[in-house]
């Protein structure tokens, strides 16, 4: 069983930076595809960024793209999302998530991932 430990969350001030880790355990992170996700309340769930086994390929939602960064360091069963430029609408819970299934398959579908993140709560102060 895939658990996952975000962390990194916050209270920032708009344009400023912060990074979240989501710590991969019970399965070794190469093997999973793996994908952020955020909830602002009152809102659904909606997809920021998802990362292939290996890392090479990343996609990302359009609200995100030249902003934030999904990156991944399988040595140490650790995900990554840099956001910098950070604007109020970015305030939300962030959720880490894995899937075996190819990157390309689950994407940007929530309902493809099998293992969630308890969540992070991020901030931003305008």
């Known amino acids: 069983q895939v658990q996952l430990v975000e962390s990194g969350g916050g209270l920032v001030q708009a344009g400023g930076s912060v990074r979240l880790s989501c710590a991969v355990a019970?399965?070794?992170?190469?093997?999973?595809?793996m994908g952020w996700f955020r909830q602002a309340p009152g809102k659904e769930r909606e997809f920021v960024a998802a990362?292939?086994?290996?890392?090479?390929?990343?996609f990302y939602a359009d609200s995100v793209k030249g902003r934030f960064t999904i990156s991944r360091d399988n040595a140490k069963n650790t995900v990554y999302l840099q956001m910098n430029s950070l604007k109020s609408e970015d305030t939300a819970v962030y959720y880490c998530?894995?899937?075996?299934?190819?990157?390309?398959?689950?994407?940007?579908?929530?309902?493809?991932?099998?293992?969630w993140g308890q969540g992070t709560q991020v901030t931003v102060s305008s």
């Open positions: 998530a894995a899937a075996v299934a190819s990157w390309a398959v689950v994407l940007t579908n929530p309902l493809r991932y099998e293992s």
């Open positions: 019970g399965r070794t992170a190469s093997d999973l595809s």
């Open positions: 990362t292939s086994r290996s890392g090479v390929s990343t």
